[in-house]
């Protein structure tokens, strides 16, 4: 047995294959073949796929899986699968995960799945079986990924591998960790190890698994202690690069990238799939903690690596035997009544990584102690470490590389404090008014995190950091002066100037530095700058030198005009928005993706857009006239509430998503791109007629379109039938054709009834949404249609006046049902507030009189966004998480009243709820079962 990391299967019949499948339903998940090629393990695995397929309710077949992937990715691969499995077409859009609403339906699925001739060159596909193993996989392999290269001696080791899985008992990570630790080893080798473990007892899991640890050299032994008790605990991650800095003895140690490759060959770490992070399995991480235990069982303080609060506590309690402490992990959720001494630090002369974590107290004013003997902090006597060490701190670890203290007590650091081996200092939240008086050796120093320290008023000389990558002074909205090393003073306000000693600066965020006004920096590596709420009027035209920048943001900030950005090649996102004194825009970068102009409200032109442009926002430019020509690769265009605006340039064909609400000079609409998936035109005043509809647009909202007259629907059977329009809005639309409300009324129920079936035909789907999400994802389960009038749709069957309805379901009918379709009819109404959600509130009870049975309701929520209906609407939705309510019901209970009340949602903060029953002039109800769906003319996917 294996899993697809390539660990070794057991290669038997195919018969009892089959018959062991058959046998142990729940307990076999995955199933491995191994062999070299040509012996029939394709021929194999088609035999079991034929024989078993019938038996479960999803299956899929891929040969030449190696190949597949290669041509055509782990995306493709992913579509085909979970489509067949699923039996409607899926996409997704990410390598590394499934959306979780695929996870649970396979998950609740009995699904065969094979993948033939599997290599070790995808993590991602590595990832997808991981993700969904509670079900049948057969992989066929070659066994040449974990313990051994391919060689010609391949045949020698089979039998090896066979006493590693029964040895293993097919426990996945200790195949993984054995394999690492026999990888490369001659087969004497492998038999000496193997009749070793053998004539032990059997062992446990830890046990095994060191053995991969005991094989590694000293530094490579510490590296991997390092990583599990402190670089993986820490709060915010660490990348690699910063890692290998991090960890090697000194200047010259060059086999750092030799010692990580180790730990990986070793199974004992993997890499994310772009290489920037580490990552550990947990049993690995819990091994790596039991082996620092054991250097000292009954006294924590003699060990090197800390982290559990209590025994932490216990070590420093007594300030004994704690100078060879390397890493320390303050998560404060225990400590007893003690104040810690400032000079506990003073005596950690080998101490090199530090954390001490407050994000769980910063809202306490408690001093820092805590009464009793009780390892748990009550709530309400949560201490904060910002009282630490009043009387002063005393800090002579000369070996520190790694300092993160949250909420940081004091005005700044102690005047002895050694910086020269520093790699990361972050001192987010602190009170520090200054960080030191003098200069400092940090030429180590890579990234310095000062965010959010609102009383620091100043930096010191950092002209020393020559290798210094990343600076965060995020809402530092204090600092108004710096050494003139990095930046020089005028009038009190901060001017970021030209600094050489800052080359390899790649990331400086200044967002909120309210008091900076003018900027000028020369870093050749920078690659995001953020100046969010600066004061900032204008770049430098030496600005368009950052060659390698990314990314730009500018948003809230005093800027006026932007330079030319034409030499920019590598900025990909700009976002100026809300900057209401933008003026002009010069050029811009020729490779840009993402532009944010939003509330940019005296931007006047944009100049011609780039042509790998994607999204552009123009949200409220209110004196934009006129757009340029859009770029055939734009997907997003939106210029809601441009009130200027009076015309939009050709669509491209690769338009996704088009906003122009708010539009009010708008009267036409180009020809819409068959792509486009959403359009909003609400509140669009003088727009009088829509362009016909493209066959893939699933949102459509023309609510107060008070001028439209005309809508056009795809007229071609093909293209009817890939239509899936799941929210159509022509609230108050009151002048809309007669024409264009029998097209509305028969597209409404053609795309209703695909809904429907769409939600049904996936595997199980009673069983798959628990609807926890609903509060704030409601959209996603829904399908919606307003109108204007006032007569139910014909096909409807159940309709009412009054505020409630008998329901009978013929006793043949009730197991088939499938859903409810609802439709409601509302009157004019005013509010003085904007109703931002309209709730229907569905009330079940059993028999048929009027107050009979047991009462239970559910809420079906549904977005409005103004003020006032104008006249008579009709509402017709369909909503999962009320049909799986009402179908919950017992399946006997032939009759049962319905009764809806109307209410709307003011604020989402408060549950401030207005009634509007008088809005409701009636409702009805159509159940759908499988017979409909199947007597329906259209076809579902």
């Not at 067949?84 to 390598?95: A, E, M, N, R, T």
């Not at 520090?432 to 000389?461: A, I, Q």
Request: net charge neutral; aromatic share 10%.
């Amino acid at each position: 047995m294996v899993n697809s990391k390539g660990q070794v299967g057991i290669d038997k019949k195919i018969e009892e294959v089959v018959s062991w499948i058959k046998e142990n339903p729940k307990q076999t998940r995955l199933i491995g073949i191994w062999g070299k090629g040509g012996v029939g393990k394709t021929t194999r695995v088609e035999e079991v796929y034929n024989k078993l397929q019938s038996q479960y309710e999803g299956c899929y077949f891929l040969a030449h899986v190696t190949e597949e992937l290669s041509r055509h990715g782990i995306l493709s691969l992913k579509d085909n699968c979970f489509s067949k499995l699923l039996g409607y077409d899926v996409k997704i859009v990410s390598p590394n995960s499934l959306p979780k609403d695929i996870v649970r339906r396979i998950e609740s699925m009995k699904v065969l799945i094979v993948l033939d001739d599997v290599n070790d060159s995808s993590k991602h596909l590595e990832k997808m079986v991981e993700t969904i193993l509670g079900n049948f996989w057969i992989i066929t392999t070659l066994f040449n990924l974990n313990a051994y290269n391919q060689s010609d001696y391949r045949r020698e080791y089979n039998r090896l591998s066979e006493r590693v899985i029964l040895y293993a008992k097919g426990i996945p990570l200790v195949i993984k960790v054995l394999a690492g630790h026999l990888r490369g080893k001659k087969k004497e080798e492998w038999k000496r190890e193997l009749d070793k473990l053998e004539k032990m007892p059997q062992r446990k899991v830890y046990e095994v698994m060191k053995l991969s640890y005991d094989g590694l050299e000293h530094k490579q032994q510490q590296m991997f202690l390092d990583l599990a008790c402190f670089f993986l605990r820490t709060h915010e991650r660490v990348n690699v690069g910063y890692l290998k800095s991090l960890l090697k003895d000194n200047e010259s140690d060059n086999s750092i990238d030799f010692e990580f490759v180790r730990l990986k060959d070793k199974a004992l770490i993997t890499f994310s799939e772009d290489n920037n992070f580490v990552s550990m399995h947990d049993n690995l991480q819990q091994m790596a903690w039991e082996i620092v235990r054991q250097e000292s069982i009954e006294d924590p303080g003699k060990r090197i690596r800390l982290w559990n609060p209590s025994e932490t506590y216990e070590a420093l309690k007594y300030v004994k035997g704690i100078d060879s402490i390397r890493s320390i992990v303050l998560h404060w959720p225990a400590i007893k009544k003690e104040r810690l001494r400032p000079h506990i630090f003073a005596k950690m002369s080998r101490l090199q990584f530090l954390e001490i974590d407050d994000l769980y107290h910063h809202n306490s004013v408690e001093p820092f102690d805590i009464l009793g003997d009780n390892t748990c902090w009550p709530k309400w006597q949560k201490a904060r470490i910002a009282d630490i060490l009043v009387e002063g701190l005393h800090f002579l670890a000369t070996e520190l590389r790694f300092l993160c203290w949250y909420h940081y007590p004091l005005e700044s650091l102690p005047e002895n404090f050694s910086a020269e081996k520093l790699v990361i200092l972050r001192l987010p939240h602190s009170r520090m008014e200054k960080l030191w008086l003098g200069v400092k050796n940090l030429v180590n120093l890579k990234e310095l995190d000062l965010s959010k320290s609102k009383k620091l008023k100043g930096l010191p000389d950092l002209s020393k950091a020559i290798n210094l990558e990343l600076l965060i002074l995020r809402s530092c909205s204090m600092l108004t002066s710096v050494h003139p090393s990095i930046f020089s003073l005028c009038e009190s306000l901060t001017i970021l100037a030209s600094c050489s000693n800052l080359h390899g600066l790649s990331y400086l965020n200044l967002d909120f530095c309210e008091n900076l006004m003018k900027f000028s920096l020369i870093s050749d590596n920078m690659k995001e700058l953020r100046l969010r709420c600066s004061k900032i009027k204008v770049l430098p035209l030496s600005f368009g030198h950052q060659r390698k920048l990314e990314f730009l943001h500018l948003e809230e900030s005093g800027i006026e005009r932007l330079p030319s950005l034409k030499n920019l090649t590598q900025l990909l996102h700009l976002d100026v928005s809300f900057c209401d004194k933008l003026q002009t825009i010069a050029e811009l970068p020729p490779f840009l993706e993402n532009l944010n102009l939003q509330y940019c409200t005296l931007l006047q032109t944009i100049p011609k857009l780039p042509s790998s442009l994607k999204t552009l926002n123009t949200e409220a430019c209110t004196s934009l006239e006129t757009l340029p020509e859009l770029p055939p690769s734009i997907e997003i265009l939106n210029v809601e509430s441009c009130s200027s605006l009076g015309t939009i340039p050709e669509l491209p064909q690769c338009l996704q998503t088009l906003n122009v609400q708010c539009c009010h000079l708008l009267r036409t609409i180009p020809k819409l791109p068959t792509c486009l998936k959403t359009l909003h035109t609400k509140n669009c005043t003088s727009l009088q007629n829509l362009p016909q509809l493209s066959p893939f647009l699933e949102t459509l909202n023309a609510t107060y379109c008070k001028s439209l007259k005309r809508v056009l629907f795809p007229t071609v059977k093909d293209e009817k039938l890939k239509e899936n329009m799941k929210k159509l809005l022509f609230w108050n639309c009151s002048n809309l054709d007669k024409h264009s409300l029998v097209a509305i009324r028969s597209n409404m129920k053609i795309n209703m009834m695909k809904f429907v079936a769409n939600h049904i035909f996936a595997p199980d789907h009673s069983h798959v949404e628990d609807y926890s999400d609903y509060e704030y994802n409601y959209h996603s389960y829904q399908a919606v249609y307003a109108y204007p009038g006032s007569i139910f749709p014909e096909w409807l069957e159940y309709k009412t006046t009054e505020d409630y309805i008998i329901i009978d379901v013929p006793s043949s009918m009730s197991s088939s049902l499938v859903g409810f379709i609802f439709c409601f009819v509302l009157g004019e109404f005013q509010h003085t507030d904007i109703i931002r959600r309209v709730e229907f509130k569905i009330t079940v009870s059993d028999g048929g009189g009027k107050d009979e049975g047991e009462r239970e309701s559910v809420r079906m929520y549904m977005d409005y966004w103004d003020d006032t209906i104008e006249s008579d609407n009709i509402c017709v939705m369909y909503d999962q998480r009320c049909s799986h309510f009402l179908l919950s019901r017992p399946r006997r209970l032939t009759s049962f009243r319905i009764q809806v009340t109307m209410e709307a949602r003011i604020s989402f903060d408060e549950t401030f709820n207005v009634l509007l029953q008088k809005v409701l002039k009636g409702f009805g109800v159509s159940p759908i079962s499988f017979d409909k769906l199947r007597s329906s003319n259209y076809t579902f996917r």
